[in-house]
């Protein structure tokens, strides 16, 4: 079963872009990668969906290479209500069969 | 609001007891996911239907099975409870597949005994 891994923690000041990034090896040809933001206590909301290059919405811009084994969201200018904990979504093929599969997500303190 | 409805909130059991957690989707979706997530393992996958069929199928026990009726809502049931399995418990739904948005629920709180 592939892995995505993702930093555990990362702190940033108010008003500094902050990228996290996802290492995800075995994604599979078709698969697309999806970011997700969670707040304690409640069901994760999605961000940004891409397959390669870059991509960019209102919120945030997501940024994947030629090889696609990672990708980096990047989150410009964050508040304090940024402080969350982000995901990572890929597609995984394993043993014959179709699986999600999380990061472990990583815990974004916005420090005023 | 995503759209996506879970009850009940918040289940208190004991161990070796069974119990049912449901989850209506969006209007219009046909997919529904389940997920796990506990304090040490993140977030898991446990499955997916589509349109009544089973999809996609993750780290899912087999003291737990799902099923999606005709009116597209789901059940998961967990079965022989035990400590470690209190956790909470997304559902989440899309339009049809796996490349879609994932709109989640609120989630249920089980608390094993």
């Known amino acids: 079963l592939a892995k995505t891994t993702q930093p555990i923690s990362m702190d940033s000041y108010e008003g500094q872009e902050v990228n996290i990034t996802c290492s995800h090896n075995?994604?599979?040809?078709?698969?697309?990668i999806t970011w997700y933001q969670q707040f304690p206590s409640q069901g994760p909301r999605f961000i940004i969906q891409g397959y390669k290059t870059k991509v960019t919405n209102e919120v945030a811009s997501l940024f994947i290479p030629a090889d696609r084994k990672s990708s980096t969201l990047s989150l410009p200018r964050v508040s304090l209500s940024d402080t969350a904990v982000y995901y990572c979504l890929v597609g995984d093929v394993w043993a014959g069969s179709y699986q999600l599969t999380f990061g472990k997500g990583t815990k974004l303190s916005v420090i005023p | 609001d995503s759209g996506v409805t879970q009850t009940p909130k918040h289940l208190i059991t004991a161990t070796g007891q069974r119990v049912t957690l449901r989850c209506s989707p969006r209007?219009?979706?046909?997919?529904v996911y389940w997920y796990q997530q506990s304090l040490d393992q993140g977030l898991q996958f446990l499955i997916q239907?589509?349109?009544?069929?089973?999809?996609a199928k993750g780290n899912i026990l087999e003291r737990f099975s799902a099923q999606q009726f005709p009116d597209l809502h789901s059940e998961l049931n967990l079965s022989s409870l035990e400590l470690g399995d209190s956790a909470l418990y997304f559902c989440a739904s899309s339009e049809r597949g796996e490349q879609e948005t994932q709109y989640f629920g609120p989630g249920t709180r089980l608390l094993v005994l």
């Open positions: 239907y589509y349109n009544g069929e089973e999809r």
């Open positions: 209007s219009g979706d046909l997919s």
């Open positions: 075995n994604i599979a040809t078709n698969d697309y």
